[in-house]
């Protein structure tokens, strides 16, 4: 004698369909709050196409590195002697690695023994912005490129002649271009 199966409803227990709408509203809430509380969700956030400033000559520089991203972008600091820009002693001008605008003259660099690019001033006083570092407000202040906003580094009153000032600056956020003598 063979048995044959009832075919199974379509209907759902009502009890999970409950459930289920219960749980996706509330993950879907608990994504909003994340959301809203500034969370990001999801893969991260990679450089787009505005990491890629076009040169005087037309070719366009390549994108930034994660750790030119993390200092421009974020504010983060590289570790000391870690840029080969702290031993350049050629003839040029240092230019924002975000957006290529000239912040440092290679005239006005010197060795502070940091590790780091030190400058006694911008190459215009209208490349840089200088605001109140918040941790830091009576030691040093915050420098970004004025055209876009770039963290560079940060200023120190405890430079050589003739400012008095010591621009200590993350090698990874610039661009050394080297010139004719």
Same mark, same amino acid.
């Given at each position: ?11 759902? +227990? ?17 994504? $909003? ?10 893969? !991260? ?62 005239? %006005? ?14 190459? %215009?006083?209208? $490349? ?33 002649? !003739? ?6 600056? +993350? ?9 004719? $003598?």
């Amino acid at each position: 004698m063979e048995t044959r199966a009832e075919p199974q409803s379509d209907r759902r +227990n009502p009890h999970q369909t409950r459930r289920r709408l219960l749980a996706a509203a509330g993950l879907t809430g608990f994504g $909003a709050l994340l959301t809203l509380t500034g969370w990001r969700t999801g893969p !991260p956030r990679t450089a787009g196409p505005s990491t890629a400033a076009p040169l005087a000559d037309g070719h366009r520089r390549p994108r930034l590195t994660q750790t030119q991203l993390a200092i421009l972008r974020d504010g983060a600091t590289e570790e000391p002697f870690s840029s080969p820009l702290a031993y350049e002693e050629r003839v040029g001008h240092y230019d924002c690695a975000r957006c290529g605008s000239t912040v440092y003259r290679a005239a %006005d660099k010197y060795d502070s023994g940091t590790g780091w690019p030190a400058f006694v001033q911008p190459a %215009d006083p209208e $490349a840089i912005r200088r605001s109140p570092e918040p941790k830091l407000e009576d030691v040093s202040q915050q420098v970004t490129c004025a055209r876009c906003g770039g963290h560079l580094g940060r200023v120190y009153d405890d430079g050589p002649p !003739p400012t008095g000032r010591r621009h200590c600056i +993350n090698g990874h956020a610039l661009v050394f271009i080297a010139t004719d $003598a």
